[in-house]
């Protein structure tokens, strides 16, 4: 009964490193997103995958890239870590394409130094 | 810019009081108005929802009152309970979810 799993759970990286952020989810969803959340600005989407084998720009795509490897996982690839990624991450899932009621990962809180 | 504008960024209330969230809109094509609830540590999850053709729609303390002239609508937290401190936002979905900023409730006991 796991949900959406993220890992890791914290993270802290120097600038210009790379790293992958991982999410599943094991609820049979369609739609997977990735969101980062900033004080005073919310969620703002990143990337998502409407279904398996498609992939698109949300609000904020920029020095991201994404990956969905099968219908369970989504990844978040950071190429080259800025200070402005500060923040913590979420991946979501949910059953059709922007569904309100969608899962949410645990988080990844991210630090770049 | 944010599309949905979420206000107060923050509220202390009295156990068993009332809490008001509010939130604005510009793009009336939105189509579904979610509220989530965050506990710290954890993710959003789905508290309410309410489609722009209803004006109110209640669930056990919690209600949304949507008013759609005016572009608006608010989170009501009925006898406000120490349980209920979180941080609450409001959306709206068109073709994604978009979020407001977050409002962080705490309940006095």
């Known amino acids: 009964n796991a949900g959406v799993t993220q890992t890791p759970k914290f993270q802290v990286l120097k600038t210009g490193q790379s790293m992958t952020l991982q999410c599943a989810q094991d609820?049979?969803?369609?739609?997977m997103y990735w969101y980062r959340q900033d004080p005073g600005m919310g969620l703002r989407l990143i990337y998502y995958?409407?279904?398996?084998?498609?992939?698109d720009k949300g609000e904020v795509p920029n020095g991201y890239n994404v990956s969905r490897l099968n219908k369970r996982e989504f990844s978040l690839r950071l190429e080259s870590a800025a200070p402005s990624q500060t923040s913590v991450y979420f991946c979501?899932?949910?059953?059709?394409?922007?569904?309100?009621?969608?899962?949410f990962g645990q988080g990844t809180r991210l630090t770049v130094v | 810019q944010q599309q949905v504008k979420q206000s107060p960024q923050s509220l202390i209330v009295q156990k068993g009081g009332i809490s008001i969230i509010n939130c604005a809109y510009e793009?009336?094509?939105?189509?579904?108005f979610p509220w989530y609830q965050q506990f710290p540590g954890k993710g959003p999850a789905l508290l309410i929802a309410?489609?722009?053709?209803?004006s109110e729609k209640k669930e056990g303390r919690f209600t949304i009152s949507f008013n759609k002239s005016a572009k608006q609508f608010s989170l009501h937290i009925m006898d406000s309970q120490p349980g209920d401190s979180a941080t609450y936002f409001c959306?709206?979905?068109?073709?994604?979810?978009?979020f407001g900023a977050g409002t962080t409730v705490t309940v006095r006991a």
């Open positions: 995958s409407a279904s398996e084998g498609t992939t």
């Open positions: 793009n009336t094509a939105f189509d579904y």
């Open positions: 609820m049979n969803h369609n739609s």
């Open positions: 959306a709206a979905r068109l073709n994604q979810i978009s």
């Open positions: 979501a899932s949910s059953v059709g394409q922007a569904g309100v009621d969608a899962f």
């Open positions: 309410i489609r722009p053709d209803v």
